[in-house]
């Protein structure tokens, strides 16, 4: 008989091992591990890594097969994987209502529970009286189970199982933004419960859903089926927030040691290596000790100090944990198989040894790896004055199953049993290996025609989207259907996907659905969207956007594809040329580099076989051979209740009747509920009368179709079908065009006239008279106000009796006015007629959502609270906006434009995360307001016109606006004026000023800008007059539409000497008003805080106290303390008054570092900040400064010129406030020089 060869010997070793600590305590009948003698219940999580061991030790056995026992001893180790891995899929099943209600909730009351009874699988604590909602446990599972289904285990059985495991990668895709109890389970440090977002639940989440994507669960036995699908936008959400948040763990944790598994083994969710590195080392430097490490800072977890009998700490108690936290050897498993997995044979030997050198022997010397080691009860004044000197006990659970699978794991690695790709079949350790260069191809197509042969007169050759046919082109919010199917089960009662916008990567792949090929358009293409749709450089601009965003995010094979139709929107003024930025792009494009992308155009049919192709097999036929449950017939019957745009979708087809199979009715039928009813009679179209008689022979229903064709609203439709439809049977009502009759003489009159609200007997307004008045309304502008007040009065739905009985609505009215202005692009009415409609900004909720997972709270509205209101946790949209109304005091186009504002502060944090570093809170009304400055300084003109010009700003010169603000580039505006409706109205740009020359203080204050103005801007608003005291509310709601978002104090400083030949007046105070209103702060600010506190009682602000006990609850690298300081500094609504308080605070920082015992109790700030304008006051006044110049800003009693004086130098602020400081503290300071503590 053979010998055992001595590598047999040793894997029988270990065998034994992983016997007597792990699967002697398996449960026979549900195959799940109790955590310990004591705690009976299963984990998910401990269980995941509990069994990994085993799995490794399976894969070892069937790889050194000395003979056949070893080979069923392989087999017998991987079925007890199975049946663990088994288990807790049962336990997780019993509870699929709540992974259904999760979905849409994102609550803590619907999550699946964290623990399970070993020998039921059933729940063993009510959904409230635990930590539940853990993301990185069920996400571990599920990368677990995509590794173990890799590597050859069958664990999932049946379609069914299939359907949940989907349903439970939409239960985590949402993790980037999910507030979670997080790995310890107790949330925020201070253990009360209060969930935070954690970046080892983000960061495992990513990693299972990159693992399972594309991953058939019946390994090489499944078919089309059993794939299971992953949107790649919701992994590329959890990569960039990941990313935002490391080192830092969460906002009350500033380092903890369990994002080892997400930086490693087993997540490798970190692509950037030297963010893996820096991690690393904050892990090993703050948190490693003789033992292990520990997990936190100020853990308080069986420490000798913690009080046994209740699970919360009062923050104070904190600081009581400092440096006697629990290590625990744990960790030192991960560091072990890190270093295997580089390569680091040094970092493997380190930590084995001094693994090896705290294990502790059980019976037959058995190595167990004890839970942690703690200070003894008599040495922790000791250990707490002298860290890391005192000899520690261990506690807890011997052997922590979980560090005792680990060890093994590593141990088996270490000694050659396994090779790395083993146990990572899916190959997540390259996750840092630098990727090659993407190529985005991009498809331009032409809506028409005629946008074809307008195209090809500038030399560029494009296809129509009838041209591409057989490839189908259709809106991205389909694409957001289809994937709402999938995951469905009835038998479960599980829905699929939640209906959410498709991101740029999902619709830049190509899709075969039921042997047809798909291409989407990008979602900002979408024009049911909001009015920045109509701004072609603001199209342009979230081209650039999503070009970038893909260059460096798409992780696919294959290249990714956008398909970029040219609509009539894009067409310039007269309609018979496409737009110069459009055209400029489109050259851009073809030249192959745009937006710091490569670009490869090229027809659709060329890109098939180098694009990234998804076959979507749920849409598949399912058994009956229908593709939907109810078969969805569109008989005659059905017509009644369909949407214009499905009519289309159906004539689209209906000419090639093998075509129109059941994906085409599905289509439609999506399309039916995706389109908003349209009340816009459309403009005349050529040519479409052909299709109206097919269309009318499809239906023999005259009347419905005519019916139809009036609401159609062909703008958007016209780009997903192959030619215009039908000519409206209808013609508009003339309500808006301005009568002919009225000389120039005339109108300008009227336009100075002086509007006076008719009035009925009663007393009353007068509606009808009102209606009247619209009539003969010269200017769009009237016509808007005069809606305006009878939307208020009667409200959107009152039928106005315009040429007509009953009249079009006031909101179709509304609607069409929208229309018109649109066309004549005056932005300042579409924002507010916007408002009046109250459209949808399709993307808000998205937008604050992407702030708020980059750990940024928003403030709406002006401050001080509570007219500025916070939003610190994703909200759903009609709250958000409800939110955004009351904080503009109904002022409607300051509402509209926070919610732009919203959406580009959301794009610029995708792409250019850099610009809001050490920003914890964007306060979105001073940002308004700082722009309305702005442009009041550069045009040199009022309050009043400085707030019209920025409403008339169009969307791509806002964000750019913006841009420079955020940045603290240089900009220039220029002032152009155009006649439109008959109007002369001024447009305004923003364009980039070179910075030639500049010093670099000059560069970053935004310095005075060059402007030209070629005509006064023409006051468009007429005052109401001749009213009664009881239009008071109507009025004031009237005018809340305009009124001025600059209180007078703040801007006459500005206005004041704009004369003055020195471009560098009023270059500080801007300065300061920039970064006050973005709560900007010098580095490293926050942390000199923490230390100021520990030597006083506390900063007052205000009359708002910062008190010195904060800092024994926090950390000095804490966000939490970070957003903490700003509330306190938030409260001050001047920004420039703020940012002097900020540099007050720092000369007190910079007397810390001398040694400085004690500050005395509570220090005045605002006290210190006026002791130092009173020295600059008496030393100007000394010097011969007059009055003027010393003028005093009303609201602080600050000098204006303290706030325009440069921090450092003879006469700079520095100087003021260290000569304030020390006269003030020197009071404080104790007279003999002795120390008090």
């Known amino acids: 008989m053979r010998g055992r060869s001595n590598s047999g010997v040793r894997l029988d070793g270990y065998g034994r091992l992983v016997q007597q600590t792990i699967l002697r305590h398996q449960d026979a009948v549900t195959g799940l591990l109790p955590a310990s003698a004591d705690h009976r219940d299963a984990w998910v999580r401990d269980n995941v890594y509990s069994i990994l061991a085993v799995w490794g030790l399976g894969l070892a056995y069937r790889k050194n097969a000395d003979r056949d026992e070893d080979k069923a001893k392989a087999y017998e180790l991987e079925q007890s994987v199975v049946k663990l891995m088994r288990g807790l899929l049962q336990c997780m099943m019993r509870q699929v209502d709540k992974v259904e209600a999760f979905k849409y909730s994102q609550s803590t009351r619907d999550c699946l529970h964290a623990k399970y009874n070993t020998h039921t699988c059933a729940t063993v604590v009510g959904d409230h009286e635990w930590g539940h909602l853990q993301l990185d446990a069920t996400s571990l599972y599920l990368l677990m189970l995509a590794q173990m289904t890799a590597s050859g285990l069958h664990i999932i059985h049946s379609l069914d199982e299939v359907n949940f495991i989907q349903n439970l990668v939409f239960y985590i895709e949402a993790a980037y933004k999910t507030a979670d109890f997080g790995i310890w389970e107790r949330g925020d440090k201070t253990n009360r419960g209060i969930t935070e977002l954690n970046a080892s639940s983000v960061g495992m989440a990513k990693a299972a859903l990159e693992a399972l994507d594309e991953l058939d669960l019946f390994g090489a036995k499944g078919g089309p089926q059993s794939v299971i699908r992953v949107l790649s936008d919701e992994v590329q959400h959890c990569q960039s927030i990941l990313h935002s948040m490391l080192p830092r763990a969460s906002s009350s944790k500033e380092v903890d040691a369990s994002v080892l598994s997400v930086i490693s083994y087993p997540a490798f969710a970190v692509e950037d290596s030297e963010l893996v590195e820096i991690t690393k080392q904050e892990i090993i430097t703050k948190l490693q000790g003789r033992y292990g490490c520990c997990r936190f800072l100020r853990d308080g977890y069986r420490t000798p100090r913690e009080d046994p009998n209740r699970s919360y700490y009062e923050p104070a108690e904190l600081k009581l944990f400092e440096n006697i936290e629990c290590e625990w050897p744990l960790f030192w498993t991960y560091l072990i198989i890190d270093g295997i997995f580089n390569g680091n044979m040094e970092q493997v030997q380190e930590y084995r040894e001094a693994l090896e050198g705290i294990l502790i022997k059980g019976k037959n010397g058995v190595r167990l790896v004890p839970e942690l080691y703690s200070v003894p009860p008599d040495k922790v004044d000791e250990e707490y004055n002298n860290p890391h000197t005192v000899d520690r006990i261990p506690m807890g659970k011997l052997p922590l199953m979980w560090g005792q699978s680990l060890y093994i794991l590593g141990c088996l690695m270490a000694e050659g049993f396994l090779a790395p790709g083993e146990i990572d079949p899916l190959n997540r350790r390259f996750a840092t290996v630098p990727k090659p260069d993407v190529v985005v191809q991009v498809c331009i197509l032409a809506e028409t025609e005629g946008i074809k042969a307008i195209l090809k007169k500038e030399g560029i050759h494009v296809e129509t989207v009838a041209d591409v046919y057989p490839i189908r082109v259709q809106p991205a919010r389909i694409l957001s259907h289809i ?556 005018s809340a539409g305009q009124s001025e978002l600059l209180d007078k104090g703040s801007f006459s400083s500005l206005v004041k000497d704009q004369s003055s030949k020195d471009s560098r007046q009023g270059q500080w105070k801007r300065r300061r008003r920039l970064d006050g209103a973005l709560n900007r702060v010098p580095l490293g600010f926050y942390q000199k805080v923490w230390k100021v506190l520990q030597k006083c009682h506390g900063l007052s602000v205000e009359g708002f106290v910062l008190p010195s006990s904060t800092t024994r609850e926090m950390t000095p690298g804490e966000m939490k303390f970070a957003v903490h300081v700003e509330s306190v500094l938030n409260r001050v609504p001047q920004p420039e008054y703020r940012q002097l308080l900020v540099e007050t605070i720092l000369v007190l920082t910079m007397l810390v570092d001398v040694e400085v015992h004690t500050m005395g109790g509570i220090i005045p700030v605002e006290k210190i900040l006026h002791a130092a304008n009173d020295l600059f006051y008496e030393e100007q006044k000394a010097l011969g400064a007059d009055d003027q110049m010393l003028e005093k800003d009303p609201s602080t009693g600050i000098c204006d010129l303290l706030y325009d004086s440069a921090p450092s130098g003879r006469f700079g602020t520095m100087t003021y406030l260290s000569k304030s400081v020390a006269l003030h503290l020197y009071d404080l300071l104790p007279g003999d020089g002795c120390a008090m503590q």
């Open 483 to 1038: 994937y709402a199917r999938l995951g469905r089960n009835k038998q479960m009662s599980l829905t699929g996907r939640p209906y959410r916008h498709m991101g740029v990567i999902g619709t830049s792949k190509l899709y075969n659905i039921r042997k047809n090929i798909f291409a989407f358009t990008p979602q900002f293409i979408d024009q049911q969207q909001f009015y920045l749709a109509l701004d072609s450089k603001m199209i342009v601009e979230m081209l650039r956007t999503d070009l970038s965003y893909l260059c460096s995010r798409w992780r696919m094979t294959g290249r990714p594809t956008i398909t970029f139709p040219v609509s009539q929107t894009m067409l310039d003024d007269t309609g018979s040329s496409i737009h110069p930025t459009v055209l400029a792009t489109l050259r851009k494009l073809q030249d192959g580099y745009f937006g710091g992308a490569r670009i490869q155009t090229g027809k659709l049919s060329e890109f098939l076989t180098t694009s990234c192709r998804t076959h979507l097999s749920f849409m598949d036929p399912g058994p009956e051979g229908k593709v939907f449950a109810n078969g969805y017939k569109l008989g005659l019957d059905s017509f009644e209740e369909l949407d214009p745009e499905e009519w289309l979708h159906g004539l689209q087809f209906a000419e090639d009747a093998d075509t129109y199979d059941e994906v085409a009715q599905y289509l439609d039928h999506l399309l039916q509920r995706t389109v908003p009813q349209s009340n816009l009679p459309p403009t005349a179209q050529q040519g479409g009368l052909k299709r109206f008689r097919a269309a009318v022979h499809t239906t023999r229903d005259l009347m419905s179709l005519a019916s139809k064709a009036k609401d159609l609203q062909v703008q958007n439709v016209g780009m997903y079908v192959p030619s215009k439809i039908f000519q409206a049977s209808q013609q508009s009502v003339k309500l808006l065009s301005s009568p002919h009759q009225h000389d120039q003489e005339v109108k300008s009159h009227a336009l100075h006239a002086e509007m006076n609200l008719p009035r009925d007997e009663a007393g009353n307004v007068d509606c009808k008279a009102l209606v009247d008045q619209l009539r003969i309304c010269p200017t769009l502008q009237e016509q808007a106000d005069i809606l305006y007040m009878l939307h208020i009065l009667k409200g959107p739905e009152w039928h106005t009796g315009l040429e007509s009985e009953p009249g079009p609505t006031v909101k179709e009215l509304l609607t069409e006015l929208y229309v018109r202005v649109g066309a004549t692009r005056q932005w300042a009415l579409i924002r507010y007629i916007s408002g009046i409609l109250k459209k949808k900004v399709e993307a808000l909720d998205e937008a604050c959502t992407a702030l708020l997972s980059h750990q940024k709270h928003l403030t709406v509205g002006l401050p001080p609270e509570p007219r500025e209101k916070t939003i610190s946790a994703p909200i759903p949209y009609e709250e958000l906006v409800r939110l955004i109304d009351e904080a503009s005091e109904k002022n409607l186009s300051v509402s509209i434009l926070t919610q732009e504002i919203m959406v580009y502060l959301a794009m610029y944090i995708r792409t250019q995360p850099a610009l809001f570093t050490d920003m914890f809170r964007i306060r979105i009304g001073l940002i308004i307001q700082v722009m309305a400055t702005e442009l009041a300084h550069s045009l040199h003109c009022s309050a009043g016109e400085a707030t019209e010009n920025l409403m008339n700003l169009s969307p791509s010169n806002v964000k750019n606006l913006l841009y420079h603000i955020l940045s603290g580039k240089e900009f220039g505006v220029e002032k152009s004026v155009r006649s439109v409706d008959s109007l002369v109205t001024t447009a305004i740009s923003i364009y980039d000023v070179e910075a030639a020359g500049a010093t670099k203080t000059e560069r970053a204050g935004i310095v005075r800008l060059k402007s030209e103005i070629k005509q006064q801007l023409d006051k468009r608003r007429q005052s109401l007059t001749g009213s009664k005291p009881g239009d008071g509310d109507l009025l004031a709601s009237l």
